[in-house]
């Protein structure tokens, strides 16, 4: 028998201290989950490839525990990608899970729909919250939600969980008061706007291209949602199309065409996030970047992008004379898109996340700053 509430009491005082866990409701229901019933086994990524935690022996087994009763993501399943294994699930950052609970401004009596069951502890916090008969969870993957249903039924929770892909919502049992989904999409699916009621909230994290977006919480009105993005960045796996694993646009391989110039943007704006998501909107749904060198025993020596149309960049990390090199190849310039995006962000005074919106209509979605009628919009592509 494994003695978890005073762990759970001090995972939710490790919440509370860093800031996520403030409502005494979430407290207690984080105190009230055994987040290990959730997460039996977990993967770690060594040595270059992923592999299964050691739970039996006594080290492993005290060191599943100290990460499952902390601030700790772990990666419940993996699934063959092109280049090898790639996460499939994981159960999110508790800290994440309790802000986005909070954020989400559930009240009794409201019935929550989740996209993303992963190993159901969220959807557990949601049924000690709710009573787990306002609770709806999907996952497109049903080895998943099977064993989430079980675990959830072994704690005594028993809310509807589903084997669909979370993009066409919950239509049998809409409308929600809360949507919540706990994966990325690349917009927002037109299918929760409809499966919202008037008023109702819903939470995701909208990235059009790998970490370009963060976590935004729209409010439905009469023409769609609206609403701003959490001032805190946040990044979850993106929504897969059921039988897929995750894919992302790779770094091209023939560079042949390379055409050469430089910059005085440094590559490490890359890391700028809120460039980066600037870059991306004008970049195209789906755009990717990364590091040249993928062996770990190697510093990268360059950063690259590429896009849907085969587009790519790459630049040096290490400055020559004050200015760094490029070379592009593809129909498009994608380093001048980064440039531009740079310069907005300068001129609109360096904002962070929380000063850009999102409205969503049938028509379209675009990404606004300051406030929804600013003329200053971005369309998100599609
Ligand atoms: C970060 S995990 C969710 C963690 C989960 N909420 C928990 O408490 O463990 C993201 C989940 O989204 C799921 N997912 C990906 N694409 C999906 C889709 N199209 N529909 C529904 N779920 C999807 C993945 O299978 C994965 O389990």
Not at 266 to 292: C, E, H, I, K
Request: hydrophobic share 40%; charged share 25%.
């Amino acid at each position: 028998m494994i003695d978890w509430k005073p762990k759970a009491c001090s995972l939710a005082d490790e919440l509370a201290e860093l800031g996520k866990l403030t409502m005494p409701e979430w407290r207690a229901a984080v105190e009230a989950t055994p987040r290990h019933e959730f997460v039996p086994a977990y993967y770690v990524h060594e040595a270059g490839r992923w592999q299964l935690a050691d739970t039996s022996s006594p080290a492993g087994r005290d060191e599943w525990l100290r990460r499952v009763y902390s601030n700790t993501v772990l990666i419940t399943a993996l699934s063959d990608g092109d280049s090898g294994k790639v996460v499939r699930s994981s159960s999110s950052q508790p800290g994440l899970m309790v802000r986005m609970l909070e954020a989400l401004d559930v009240h009794d009596g409201q019935r929550v729909l989740e996209i993303g069951t992963g190993t159901g502890y969220n959807a557990a916090l949601l049924s000690h919250r709710l009573g787990a008969d306002r609770v709806f969870s999907v996952d497109v993957d049903e080895d998943l939600v099977e064993a989430a249903r079980a675990r959830l039924a072994a704690i005594g929770h028993h809310p509807t969980v589903a084997t669909v892909d979370g993009a066409g919502g919950l239509p049998g049992h809409a409308p929600f008061d809360r949507i919540i989904a706990t994966c990325s999409v690349p917009a927002v699916p037109w299918s929760w706007i409809e499966q919202t009621r008037p008023g109702g909230l819903i939470l995701t994290d909208v990235k059009p291209a790998v970490n370009a977006g963060s976590l935004v919480l729209l409010r439905r009105t009469d023409e769609g949602a609206e609403g701003r993005f959490d001032r805190t960045y946040a990044a979850f796996m993106g929504l897969r199309k059921p039988g897929a694993a995750y894919t992302s646009i790779a770094r091209p391989r023939d560079r042949s065409n390379a055409v050469e110039r430089t910059t005085s943007i440094a590559p490490g704006m890359l890391q700028n996030l809120v460039v980066w998501f600037l870059a991306a909107l004008d970049l195209g749904a789906g755009a990717s970047s990364g590091y040249t060198g993928s062996d770990p025993t190697q510093a990268p020596t360059a950063a690259w992008i590429a896009t849907a149309d085969r587009s790519w960049a790459e630049i040096d990390l290490q400055p020559d004379g004050g200015t760094y090199r490029v070379r592009e190849g593809g129909p498009r310039s994608l380093w001048r898109a980064v440039e531009t995006a740079h310069d907005t962000w300068l001129r609109l005074e360096q904002p962070g996340w929380d000063r850009f919106g999102l409205t969503v209509t049938r028509c379209g979605q675009w990404v606004w700053i300051d406030d929804p009628s600013s003329p200053r919009r971005w369309q998100i592509p599609t």
